[in-house]
């Protein structure tokens, strides 16, 4: 076993092989070099430069592995290689590529990490280090946990790099002159005498020699694309043409399309059907019964929309899934759990003595709970899959290739050699393409139809019947105050296991131990407390659940910033200032003084009915902060402005990193204000958006956005925004009205307007 | 049945009770117009019928009595995107992108309608256009910048 310090090390070498015409670059994997994805179909006078590079005389392809979901991925992965290689990525193709081993994430597993993310100390760094070799072993290909570019931040600028001095080296051969002659410039090797060469010239030349892996990557004073403002996203004209391809829009020659109704009830039986009056339906091919993923009748038919309707029209006897049948019952089980020896889970925080401070002081005690959450990308789950005898193509958008292809070869009988998973643009996800029940029942419709592809897509009603949803939980909170300051907290959440759920059905493999998403977002916040004490309670487990745009700091961040509130309330402290005195990461501090700068804050009342919320919380490295003023209006409460500040270490794309955060912003308020799923008879009552509706144009305040770079490192910013804004709302909505909200969503207490 | 979209004349063989947008995505592979939720709460489906904005989940094709389809890949003059599209482009408002051809093409319609929209008629005009990730912000803005290339064209 090599010593930490080794593995971390080589996570980040390039090695290289020799291969026929050419010359590949692959990560290696702790004592073992990875193979090259790209070696299998390279042609005579091809170049593979590392796995994120591919240069033939046709043209230059950027290969950009984390899966896009809307947070513009492709495009700074793409920006990344560009900036050391020195092209236009929008002179590139760009690709997903196939997935491989050799494109695992190393971060999305720092944040279940047991240190805070403030604490930067060398025995933190060790740990952290450690759990970024983990997803290498496990073939963990896997995009979330905003960990995409602290993941890609050093790999791909280094694949472009020695990319870049390879090619050089060739022109230099060439020439005969020395590299160091030599620059770069828009896809061109400059000459001494300034004659051009075009990397696409150079690449059979590249493939003959030596790569160069001893390169320096440039001073970000250098750059040319990152970190400049108005940085145009790759795929943004595309996405305003309608010429971008998401998976839902693939078509193939001969393909057939499907729809499915399966058990809302998720891990129920299939009792019986009756398809008669479906099969009669116009353009239906056929009707099967599909046992693969969630039990369920597919049609195949000649086009979705007859598919969807003689789906409809199938009658199902369903039977009971392992789980209590109503949210009612749910919720007596979260409580039931509280703050009992048998239920407890995970304490992560336990400073000073709660215990003694509780019994002496008078307690404030108050009662929170949030619901179950859908994720309702405005893409529903497809996929389309082709089986032959010999192979099977899978053609869908998501987050979890290799756990797609090894599943898929489960269930065709095939070896994952075998299985190609083509990852397609993807139309929104919020953690919802985690998940692969769709792909697992389009793999099993198509291998009922051998030869012929297939384009499996559900309904809105059935995406929303069978999301996964974010878990339900409770908390019970007691603090006490003193002389003006808070002086306890003791946070108890109880939340059915959420991590082991997911991982579960994508691997069948139980993940034993505590799960650290039941207080993700509370237990790992920079302040000071003299009594402060966080506790997980593990719920039995109600309906399957997942990852949910920020995880469990979704909630948690809900619980912890609003109770915090609410005993600063109890102080009579500014809240502010409260939050700026307990606070003691210097970053963090920093990010709340400059939200109050922004706001103009002078406390929580605006007068005339109006009022405004601090909030705060630290998730997935990034210190972020939030203030929301609202009005009391006689039709409602009324958003008039949210101010928004985050520390991210460095940003990259400042627009779409501003984009990042208003619209998680919105995304959060949307479910806070009016979005919960309610369960009767096993299945979730919300099916569509008329009943699970968004915030819309009209009920979005005016937003301003500022990014700090005083953390060190790198951080990604697709979640961070999502934790501070209910407590945000909440806080405003207390100070304009009084009214204390300690449940979502918040339209079942206060209207709206 | 026959139905012209984008100029071109087409002829399919469905029944009448198919809902446009079905039409356009799986018969004659246009897939600009998105499959939301086929109840007329997303918008992401959204078409021009003889210039106006239309849910193409909810219109039969056997209603469509000969009115003139545009989509968003007929929005654009065959040289030059449409004043809408540029300005969605300059403040780089689609995140997903998914509902964004609906959204473009109720703006663009909008603006036929009210050249000259304050915040409030924005509000209005697309309240009914849901997005997920919460571009509405640049949407605001963008619209705001379209009017003003079309008032300057």
């Known amino acids: 076993m090599p010593s930490v310090g080794k593995i971390a090390r080589r996570t980040f070498l390039i090695g290289s092989a020799a291969i026929a015409g050419g010359v590949a670059f692959g990560a290696y994997l702790v004592n073992r070099p990875i193979p090259n994805p790209l070696l299998d179909d390279l042609g005579e006078g091809e170049a593979a430069i590392t796995p994120f590079v591919k240069i033939t005389s046709d043209g230059v392809t950027l290969i950009t592995p984390r899966a896009d979901k809307g947070q513009g991925s492709y495009s700074i992965q793409a920006y990344l290689i560009a900036e050391e290689l020195d092209i236009d990525p929008n002179e590139t193709t760009r690709t997903p590529g196939l997935p491989d081993q050799a494109y695992y994430n190393s971060e999305v597993a720092t944040e279940g990490s047991p240190l805070p993310a403030y604490d930067e100390s060398a025995a933190a760094e060790t740990i952290r280090s450690v759990l970024r070799v983990v997803p290498k072993l496990f073939s963990v290909q896997i995009t979330g946990g905003s960990s995409t570019v602290p993941d890609m931040y050093e790999k791909l600028r280094n694949a472009g790099a020695v990319a870049r001095e390879t090619l050089k080296e060739a022109a230099a051969q060439r020439l005969g002159v020395a590299r160091a002659d030599l620059s770069t410039q828009d896809g061109h090797v400059i000459a001494p005498d300034g004659a051009k060469i075009a990397y696409t010239d150079l690449a059979a030349d590249a493939a003959g020699i030596a790569p160069i892996t001893d390169v320096t990557l440039r001073d970000p004073k250098e750059w040319r694309y990152l970190g400049k403002a108005g940085l145009p996203r790759t795929d943004m004209e595309a996405k305003c043409t309608g010429a971008e391809k998401y998976g839902i829009d693939l078509a193939l020659d001969g393909m057939l399309f499907a729809s499915i109704c399966a058990n809302p009830g998720i891990g129920g039986a299939l009792e019986s059907f009756d398809a008669s009056e479906a099969e009669t339906m116009p353009g239906v091919k056929r009707v099967l019964e599909v046992k693969a993923g969630n039990p369920g009748v597919a049609v195949i038919a000649t086009n979705t929309w007859y598919a969807m309707q003689a789906a409809n029209a199938v009658v199902c006897n369903w039977g009971a899934p392992n789980y209590p049948a109503t949210s009612a019952e749910m919720f007596d089980l979260l409580e039931a759990a509280v703050d009992t020896k048998d239920a407890y889970d995970l304490r992560q925080r336990n400073d000073g003595d709660v215990e003694a401070a509780l019994s002496e002081g008078e307690v404030f005690e108050a009662q929170y709970r949030i619901p179950f959450l859908a994720h309702a990308p405005m893409e529903p789950m497809n996929a389309v899959v082709q089986v032959t005898d010999d192979r099977v193509d899978i053609w869908t958008g998501t987050q979890i290739p290799l756990f797609i292809r090894d599943r898929a070869a489960l269930i065709s009988g095939m070896d994952a050699e075998q299985v190609f998973v083509h990852v397609q643009p993807i139309g929104g996800s919020f953690g919802h393409k985690l998940e692969m029940t769709h792909v697992e029942q389009a793999v099993e419709i198509a291998m009922a139809e051998k030869g012929t592809p297939i384009k499996l897509t559900w309904s809105r009603e059935e995406d929303m019947t069978h999301d996964y949803p974010r878990p339900a939980s409770v908390m019970h909170g007691r603090g006490i105050v003193k002389d003006g300051r808070v002086d306890t907290v003791d946070i108890s959440v109880s939340q059915q296991a959420m991590a082991p759920s997911w991982f579960g059905r994508l691997t069948g493999m139980r993940i034993p131990g505590p799960d650290p998403t039941i207080t993700t977002g509370s237990w790992d916040q920079p302040f000071a407390i003299p009594n402060y004490r966080v506790t997980g309670y593990r719920a039995p487990d109600l309906a399957p659940v997942s990852s949910w745009r920020s995880v469990g700091a979704s909630g948690n961040g809900f619980y912890h910033d609003t109770f915090l509130d609410e005993l600063i309330h109890k102080a009579g402290a500014d809240p502010l200032e409260e939050r700026l005195r307990l606070c003691m990461h210097a970053p963090s501090r920093k990010v709340l003084e400059t939200v109050g700068e922004m706001s103009g804050w002078d406390g929580p009342s605006l007068g005339d009915g109006r009022g405004r919320g601090v909030a705060f919380c630290l998730s997935f490295g990034v210190p972020t902060a939030q203030v929301i003023e609202v009005t009391n209006t006689e039709f409602g409460i009324r958003l008039d402005k949210a101010y928004i500040v985050a520390d991210v270490g460095r940003v990259l794309d400042p627009g779409n990193a501003e984009a990042q955060l208003f619209g998680g912003l919105i995304y959060a308020l949307s479910h806070a204000i009016n979005s919960e799923l309610t369960y009767e008879d096993y299945a979730p009552l919300q099916t569509n958006y008329h009943d699970y509706e968004g915030l819309r144009l009209y009920q979005t305040p005016e937003i301003e956005v500022k990014i700090l770079e005083n953390m060190p490192g790198i951080r990604g910013i697709g979640e961070p925004g999502v934790p501070p804004a209910a407590p945000a709302l909440g806080n405003a909505i207390f100070a304009a009205t009084g009214q204390r909200l300690r449940e979502m969503p918040f339209n079942k207490h206060i209207g709206f307007v | ?153």
């Open chain 2, 1 to 153: 049945m026959r139905l012209t979209v984008n100029g071109t004349e087409y002829e399919v063989d469905v029944t009448p009770d198919m809902p446009l947008l079905w039409v356009l995505r799986d018969e004659l592979n246009i897939t600009g117009p998105k499959y939301g939720c086929g109840i007329a709460q997303c918008g992401a489906c959204t078409v021009h019928v003889d210039g106006l904005a239309v849910r193409s989940c909810q219109l039969a094709i056997g209603d469509l009595a000969g009115g003139e389809v545009t989509t968003i890949e007929g929005l654009a003059q065959p040289n030059s995107l449409h004043a809408v599209q540029e300005a969605w482009i300059e403040h780089q408002v689609a995140q997903c992108g998914y509902c964004q051809s609906g959204q473009i093409m109720q703006a663009a319609s909008f603006l036929d309608l009210n050249p000259t929209p304050t915040d409030e008629d924005i509000d209005t005009a697309m309240s009914a256009n849901l997005c997920r990730c919460g571009t509405y912000p640049r949407i605001r803005a963008a619209i705001h910048a379209a009017a003003k290339k079309l008032q300057e064209a």
